[in-house]
């Protein structure tokens, strides 16, 4: 069992490597000179080389990489060539916002949709199931940034119920949770709706199941019958789901960053992207990509505890 | 017979809704099984056994409707019992045993966990309900069973998979054992064995069975009464001794024909029975079995012939069989 959750810590690791490599060879073939491009167009050659220098833009790619690697091995992740500042606390710093956004939104659409989904499979072809069917495809086919800028006119701007931009006062919580509604309303309204057809459609298929025939034919109560020998089933794929998505809402929060003026790191990259601040955008997209990869990790790990057959089937 | 029988299906007719109209899988079925005693049902696929057991158990798809008939278990009419009465009873009184022991358990859930969840009536702690499990489970022939309640199903092979859910049928000492094709799933060494563990603890436990197959050795070996059904009617009741020794019903004779165990000559070609059964929404006016009866003449198709009584206990449905004398 341990060495299932072991193996796939050990892939996790690869996968970050394989993946950092490749979008340090992508960002270098982004058009364009970073140098000129920081220094603008007064900069003369000589400030050009060595702004080039301290970036280690001169040394070959693989250098390059190698040395970039092995610095990220060590918590190093460069300094930012515009404030003189760490990368890795920059990023740190930008990070807990974004994930706290990107957990609270996660956690309350599954906390609605599973329940929504299990709830449209036991009362299937009724008209309550038809109507979560409709609301699960009509919070699935409006945009994200639709229900952001709704939300905002109508919550912030005209009820006056939330604040509209920014994270909140550090320290005071009540601030800072009044300050995530709109933004994860925002992020996991749409997850609700995927979540509520994935758990229908995989619950319906286990209640088919042979296996359920026989609990039933043993009389087990109806509770039984749904919470332990279904959900614990039906529930494997929507893990799976949740997991992946993490990483889809990493990129939604760019844009519900930008939208409530949230601090954050989707907020960091794209300010550090316009800039051409490479090390920053390096730091932050490589700090992302680990979530995304653990976090799938995490709902791997979750399933492996749940279904013996995965734990034992490497 | 002097006591109450344990199960009386009286003149069950069960309907599936289908686009083209009721396919009428099960007309008028009669079956009753003494207490105590092995009944069989036989029949090829699609002869609607499945159907009557899911009827008698009232696990049926949604698209099916019991049109009639009644279901007495214990002098209770099944059919007219709420959710909640039905359940009380099943895995109580009346256990099931499924074709397919690869996927008639939970795949998540441990042995232990499924035979501690079927107690929930008893009030008991879990370290006795472990221990009537582990009991169980050596009576069934599990080696070491109490390290294996801590297994998954798919660690268990086939044969060792369905002496479990035997075990877990038979935990609450039923009155009536319904079996559904246990042995179809598992090839024929394992068949024997399950067949002799079936009977051994029948004995043991005093129960009824309803075993359903479509293999006529099985069914020679393990039952005392047979009923065998074609297209959704009972075409012949009887003793096994009248069924395999003294066949009445032309469909019974076929049967009979087609098992590769009693072939004698040499041939190129298994024997069948040549045509398939005929549409079950569009019902052929005389006997259900005419259009593939070798025996077939035009009085078959006047009208479905009665069950007549050859010989006490021994029912058939034939025309051929009041003509005159034996067809």
Not at chain 1, 187 to 215: C, D, F, K, P
Request: hydrophobic fraction near 45%; aromatic fraction near 6%; charge should be neutral.
């Amino acid at each position: 069992m341990g060495l299932y959750f072991l193996k796939r810590l050990g892939l996790s690791v690869v996968i970050v490597v394989v993946a950092v490599t490749m979008l340090y060879g992508m960002i270098h073939l982004v058009p364009g000179d970073p140098a000129s491009i920081m220094l603008g167009p007064r900069a003369t050659p000589e400030m050009k080389e060595t702004l080039r220098v301290r970036m280690g833009l001169d040394r070959p790619f693989v250098i390059q990489v190698v040395s970039f690697l092995g610095n990220v091995a060590m918590g190093d992740l460069g300094t930012d060539v515009f404030s003189n500042r760490p990368v890795a606390r920059i990023v740190l710093e930008q990070v807990p916002h974004t994930l706290v956004l990107v957990l609270i939104s996660m956690g309350w659409a599954a906390m609605m949709g599973i329940p929504l989904g299990a709830f449209s499979a036991i009362f299937r072809n009724t008209i309550l199931d038809k109507i979560t069917g409709v609301f699960s495809i009509a919070v699935i086919a409006v945009p994200s940034f639709v229900v952001a800028l709704y939300s905002l006119l109508f919550f912030a701007v005209y009820l006056q119920w939330f604040p509209a931009i920014g994270a909140g006062e550090p320290g005071d919580l009540v601030s800072r949770l009044t300050h995530l509604v709109l933004p994860s309303l925002a992020v996991g309204l749409s997850w609700v709706g995927y979540i509520a057809r994935l758990v229908r459609a995989s619950m319906l298929e286990v209640m088919g199941e042979n296996h359920i025939r026989t609990a039933r034919a043993f009389g087990l109560p109806e509770s039984v019958i749904i919470y332990r020998y279904a959900l614990k089933l039906a529930i494997l794929p929507t893990i799976t789901l949740i997991g992946v998505s993490i990483g889809r809402m990493l990129s939604t929060a760019v844009f519900a960053e930008i939208v409530f003026a949230r601090p954050g790191i989707g907020k960091l990259i794209y300010d550090s992207v316009i800039t051409r601040n490479y090390n920053v955008v390096m730091g932050s997209v490589l700090v992302s990509t680990a979530l995304f990869v653990f976090s799938t990790m995490i709902s791997d790990w979750i399933t492996a505890l749940l279904d013996p057959r995965i734990r034992e089937n490497l | 017979m002097a006591t109450e029988p344990v199960l009386r299906v009286h003149n069950l007719s069960v309907n599936f809704r289908t686009p083209r109209g009721p396919l009428q899988a099960l007309r008028d079925v009669d079956l009753t099984i003494p207490d105590r005693r092995v009944s069989g049902v036989v029949g090829e696929s699609g002869c609607g056994k499945s159907t009557l057991i899911s009827a008698i158990i009232r696990l049926m798809s949604d698209n099916a409707d019991i049109v009639g008939g009644s279901v007495h278990f214990q002098g209770r009419d099944l059919l007219k019992l709420t959710r909640k009465q039905m359940r009380a009873i099943l895995g109580d009184r009346i256990s099931m045993v499924f074709q397919d022991p690869m996927t008639s358990l939970s795949p998540v859930l441990t042995i232990g966990r499924h035979m501690t969840d079927i107690q929930y009536r008893d009030r008991i702690g879990v370290g006795e309900k472990r221990k009537r499990a582990v009991d169980m489970l050596a009576s069934v022939g599990i080696p070491d069973p109490e390290s294996r309640l801590g297994q998954y199903p798919h660690h268990f092979s086939g044969g060792m998979r369905q002496r479990i859910t035997i075990a877990m049928a038979l935990l609450a000492s039923p009155n009536l054992l319904i079996a559904d094709e246990p042995t179809t799933a598992l090839d024929a060494t394992l068949e024997v064995q399950i067949i002799h563990l079936l009977k051994e603890l029948q004995e043991r436990i005093g129960c009824a069975i309803l075993f359903v197959s479509h293999h006529l050795n099985v069914i020679a070996e393990l039952c005392d009464d047979v009923t065998v059904m074609y297209a959704g009617v009972v075409v012949e009741k009887g003793t096994v001794r009248d069924i395999f020794h003294r066949p009445a019903h032309p469909y019974t004779r076929a049967l009979l024909k087609c098992d590769p165990a009693v072939i004698q000559e040499k041939t190129e070609l298994l024997p069948t029975i040549p045509g398939e059964i005929p549409d079950l929404v569009d019902l052929p006016q005389g006997c259900i079995f005419a259009s593939r009866c070798p025996e077939a003449g035009d009085i078959c198709l006047e009208g479905p012939p009665p069950l007549v009584e050859i010989a006490p206990g021994h029912v058939a449905a034939c025309v051929r069989l009041t003509e005159g004398g034996t067809a």
